[in-house]
């Protein structure tokens, strides 16, 4: 007996979202809101030196991903786009089995890469001269929480995209 074929269209469902999903939308959601928490801080060991930072502009002293570069902002952004497209299209069979969730797992996987790029490079957001006058003024750059959260998000996006390719092969 062939199968049946419904005449009426396939349509969005919550309910038909599983928890991978979930998790790879919300991973893109957390790395796209670590955009606009500090992602590099300034600190000095030198009291006089701390305090003049305190008295900057908190821009100065603390820079948001958009401030950091190409490397900073656009691993949050794929998450996100990859997460959104996970949930929207990943409950469609056809779609699913044509490779949905090994594109999730490349595309998280490239943001990762990238987030950890931008986390080596982070120095390289300051010109030489920048560089240079930060180091004799005893002042050093450290990751901020927003770094910590984007690679978290990262993380668990690349995770849930392993586990959904394998419960694809599976099926």
């Not at 999730?104 to 996987?109: Q, T």
């Amino acid at each position: 007996m062939p199968p049946k074929v419904s005449a009426e269209p396939a349509r969005f469902s919550f309910a038909r979202v599983s928890w991978r999903e979930w998790t790879g939308f919300g991973a893109g959601v957390l790395a796209a809101l670590a955009l606009f928490l500090p992602w590099t801080n300034l600190s000095a060991q030198d009291q006089v030196v701390e305090e003049a930072l305190r008295d900057l502009p908190s821009s100065d002293v603390a820079r948001d991903a958009w401030t950091g570069g190409f490397l900073a902002w656009c691993g949050p952004l794929l998450l996100l786009v990859a997460g959104v497209a996970v949930v929207a299209c990943g409950q469609f069979r056809k779609v699913r089995t044509a490779g949905l969730p090994h594109l999730w797992l490349i595309c998280a996987a490239v943001a990762l890469v990238l987030m950890l790029l931008a986390w080596f490079a982070m120095g390289r957001q300051f010109d030489e001269d920048t560089r240079a006058l930060l180091g004799q003024g005893g002042i050093v750059w450290y990751a901020g929480i927003g770094r910590y959260l984007g690679m978290l998000g990262g993380v668990a996006s690349v995770a849930a995209a392993v586990l959904d390719v394998r419960a694809l092969r599976r099926r």
